[in-house]
Every structure is written in C-alpha cells, then in structure tokens.
C-alpha cells in the first residue's frame, strides 16, 4: 500500500503513462486469455506483453528511484516527458511511419 500511496501523492509523467499502459497490458492479456485461440501466436503476444508488464514496472521503479534524488516533480516530469516523447516519435520516424511491430 505505500506504492500505491506514494503514486498518488507524488505523480510524474512516467509513472502515470507506465500505469496507464500497465492497465492497459492487463485488461488486454485478460481478454487474450479468456476469448482468444491460445495456438500458434497468441502465446506469444501474451508473453510479449508479460514482458511489457515488468518493463514498465522497472521504469516505475527507476521513478521512484529518481524522485528521491530530483525533489522538484516538475522538472522530473518534464524531463521523463522529453525523453519518452522523444523516443516515441524517434521510432515513428525511423519505421517507416508506424508503431506496428511486425
């Protein structure tokens, strides 16, 4: 319960876009589960996303790890934004304009 209270008391950029896209992962490794043909690809896709999971879970992690070295918020914020930002769009670009995988 101190993780949870400490995401909500003291939130940057990282940690509620990790949180979000960790939702995310797991309302879409629960569906995957539940309605998908577990054969050929799909167990994959679920172990990707697994892996997604705890990457993202270390980012937090790093956050945490950040904030208390960086006690203003903001400029942690702002920072994280720039970076993720700039990864984001360095990828769009250099794949030929598009966040798809395969």
């Excluded at 909500?8 to 939702?23: D, E, H």
């Excluded at 799909?42 to 990457?55: C, H, Q, V």
């Excluded at 270390?58 to 006690?71: A, Q």
Aim: net charge neutral.
């Amino acid at each position: 319960m101190k993780i949870v209270d400490d995401l909500l008391k003291r939130p940057t950029f990282a940690s509620v876009f990790s949180t979000a896209c960790i939702l995310l992962l797991i309302l879409l490794v629960i569906y995957q589960t539940l309605f998908v043909d577990l054969g050929g690809g799909a167990s994959f896709g679920i172990a990707l996303e697994i892996i997604g999971i705890f990457i993202l879970g270390f980012i937090i992690g790093v956050d945490r790890i950040l904030l208390t070295v960086i006690t203003n918020r903001i400029w942690l914020s702002i920072i994280e934004a720039v970076l993720i930002i700039g990864y984001l769009t360095n990828y769009y670009i250099t794949h030929n304009n598009s966040f798809s995988i395969g």
